[in-house]
């Protein structure tokens, strides 16, 4: 008897050890996102006693805000639609999101020391505060990009090559989160999804952009491909499967199979590197995985090296078959080719500050990848030039600054072909790099070069 007593002891000081262990790693270790999580129904009674703070956008510019109505606190968004899928929204009902979630625990002073503050201040019954997020988004650079989209379905990322700091991260159609309440069931229901952030979540056949992913691959698997001919006669044939172009290209080297996007050149080349040299090259920048940003990414895929047969990959290596990704992991493509193969971590918040001003948080430039060589991006970079020049992408030119760039027109099973344009300006020295993409409306060219041209030259023009 005495024995199973002292059995039954040892198991409950046991599980008296786990559960103080337990609870210490969620308070201390997971204490804050926890209180931060979108489902938790706590930050709801947060937001009823705490006067949220303010988030800016790069230049001081008021993103969202907390006014008094009555004696409940409201949120304000100035800028409406053209930031509403990066800030996000909060609501009662429907919950909250975007950046919005991501800073709860700032912006309702639960970090640092406005947390301490905070406590002491609701045993004195003063009023708490939370902290202010400054944000790398440009707010002017944000509305040029979705006026420009115009009624297209589509999205626009513009970020810094050399820091990783995202300028514009634009999805369209958008909606106005001041009235979410009243439009929610609209949005639900839209069959344009509004609600989707195609900047980021969005999944797209990338046709000829990829082709700077496939250059890569063969420059890297094949050095002599830099100094080798091409012979286009303005088709191929794989397996009996015909795969044209859009016009027979003659002897051509690999910077001008980048200028006027030669399918026969790129698709020969993705059937001389084999499934695994272009799916390695495919992780290598990063278009696998998600970036890391805070707000929802959707990784790219493709088609397993089992499934790579010759005509799934000559037609991935064209950005075809199965290869879906979004408009920022191709900003970040060509991003890594404009900083000369080192592609750093973006990132969306600059700096954050408690409700004295003191900085609680301040954003650093961080390697994310080391996708390739800066020999193989100047080669490629030199073909990119030469599009913008002379080739696909002319309409993407800006005055007295030398662009790079690459077109792409992605056939897709549900209607017209998608437009896209990558590149990065200055071509040497770049500061921003660029991907635009505007959904079924044809080729890339016409398309989304005007409007990457138009908004590289805004940008410049800001200083950028």
Not at 38 to 51: T, V
Not at 232 to 257: N, S
Not at 301 to 311: F, G, N
């Amino acid at each position: 008897m005495k024995h199973n007593i002292k059995k039954l002891g040892i198991l409950v000081i046991g599980l008296l050890v786990v559960l103080v262990f337990y609870l210490s790693y969620l308070n201390v270790v997971r204490g804050t996102a926890l209180a931060a999580n979108p489902y938790n129904r706590r930050l709801q009674a947060y937001e009823n006693q705490i006067h949220r703070g303010t988030i800016y956008d790069y230049n001081g510019v008021v993103l969202a805000e907390t006014s008094l109505e009555g004696e409940k606190n409201k949120r304000v968004y100035p800028r409406g639609r053209s930031t509403a899928h990066l800030i996000g929204y909060i609501s009662e009902k429907y919950g909250r999101a975007g950046l919005e979630s991501v800073c709860d625990h700032y912006l309702l002073g639960l970090e640092g020391t406005d947390r301490v503050r905070n406590y002491f201040h609701k045993l004195l019954g003063r009023e708490q505060l939370g902290g202010d997020v400054t944000l790398t988004i440009d707010a002017g650079l944000q509305g040029l990009a979705l006026e420009m989209l115009g009624g297209h379905r589509g999205a626009v990322v513009l970020l810094d090559p050399g820091t990783g700091a995202v300028r514009v991260l634009v999805s369209n159609p958008s909606y106005d989160p001041n009235r979410l309440a009243e439009i929610w069931p609209q949005l639900t229901q839209d069959k344009d999804t509004p609600l989707i952030n195609r900047a980021t979540q969005g999944a797209y056949p990338p046709g000829s952009i990829f082709k700077i992913v496939t250059a890569a691959a063969a420059l890297a698997a094949r050095p002599a491909v830099a100094t080798a001919t091409f012979n286009c006669p303005g088709f191929l044939e794989v397996d009996g499967y015909r795969l044209d172009d859009t016009a027979a290209h003659g002897r051509i080297d690999i910077k001008k199979a980048i200028a006027v996007s030669c399918n026969t050149t790129f698709a020969q080349l993705g059937l001389d590197l084999g499934a695994q040299d272009l799916i390695r090259m495919v992780k290598a920048f990063g278009i696998d995985r998600d970036p890391g940003m805070g707000i929802p990414v959707r990784p790219g895929t493709m088609a397993s090296p089992k499934e790579m047969i010759p005509t799934e990959l000559a037609s991935s290596a064209i950005g075809q078959g199965e290869v879906l990704v979004s408009p920022l992991h191709m900003a970040l493509t060509a991003a890594a080719i404009a900083n000369n193969g080192d592609l750093m971590r973006p990132y969306l918040v600059q700096t954050v500050k408690d409700y004295h001003g003191r900085v609680l948080q301040q954003a650093g430039h961080r390697q994310w990848l080391k996708v390739t060589t800066p020999q193989i991006c100047g080669i490629i970079r030199d073909g990119m030039i030469e599009a913008v020049r002379s080739g696909t992408a002319t309409a993407a030119r800006v005055a007295n600054v030398q662009v790079a760039g690459k077109t792409g027109s992605a056939q897709n099973p549900h209607g017209q072909t998608h437009a896209w344009f990558i590149g990065f300006a200055p071509a040497e020295g770049s500061r921003l790099a660029v991907a635009v993409l505007v959904e079924n409306a044809g080729a890339g060219g016409v398309a989304a070069a005007p409007i990457a041209g138009r908004l590289l030259a805004a940008a410049i023009n800001k200083g950028y």
